[in-house]
Structures are given as C-alpha cells and as structure tokens.
C-alpha cells in the first residue's frame, strides 16, 4: 500500500505563491502516474493536475493551466505542484494521489487508487 503524504500548504495573499510536496516514505511511487486534486468546503474533490510516472508528459485542468506546474523527481520519491498567482477561488484542501494503472492521464477522482490525507491552502483577498 501506498503512504502518500503532502506538505507546503498554508496561508498566502491573493496573488502570490506556494510550492506543495508530495512524499511517499518508504515505497517508491516512481512507475505510477500522480495526480493534484482539491477540495473545497461543500464542493466535490476536483482535478487539478497529473503528471506520467516519467515526468514526460503533465495535464492541467482548465482554471490552473499558466498559473501552476506540476513536477517529480523519482529519485526523492516526491512531487510537487509549483502554484503561482493564487486566487481566493483556489482556497481548499489539496491531496495528492497516485494512478497505478497504464493508462492516459487522468482527471477521474475514482481512476486514483492511493491518496494522501491533504494539505490546507487558503488564499486571502
């Protein structure tokens, strides 16, 4: 099973920018695909990036797409997601999962077969 932890969360000003971290202790992740979701109070969990298990190929939803990257570096064992220009529309809690599946990069919360716990992010106007 796989233990996925995030980090780098916390409170920023409307405008500036936070770098989430995404770790697995003890098992490598290096062969699956790893997505970003988010969640908001009342609102369902949704996609906000993917990223193929190589680094090769990413996939951003719509209301990040320019504002923020998704990376990973195999040999930590972690991703992260490089968030710039924040909104208060991007306040909510961040998780990270991976795919193990071989398959297209996928935005579909039920394709994902390992999530993390989350981390806060709360953008202030």
């Known amino acids: 099973q796989v233990q996925l932890v995030e980090s780098g969360g916390g409170l920023v000003q409307a405008g500036g920018s936070l770098k989430l971290s995404c770790a697995a202790p003890g098992r490598t992740f290096s062969s699956y695909a790893m997505g970003w979701f988010r969640q908001a109070p009342g609102k369902e969990r949704e996609f906000v990036s993917a990223?193929?298990?190589?680094?090769?190929?990413?996939y951003y939803a719509d209301s990040v797409k320019g504002r923020f990257t998704i990376s990973r570096d195999n040999a930590k064992n972690t991703v992260y997601l490089q968030m710039n220009s924040l909104k208060p529309e991007d306040t909510a809690v961040y998780y990270c999962?991976?795919?193990?599946?071989?398959?297209?990069?996928?935005?579909?919360?039920?394709?994902?077969?390992?999530w993390g716990q989350g981390t806060q992010v709360t953008v202030s106007s």
């Open positions: 990223i193929t298990w190589s680094g090769g190929d990413t």
């Open positions: 999962a991976a795919d193990s599946e071989y398959r297209l990069l996928s935005s579909f919360v039920y394709e994902y077969d390992y």
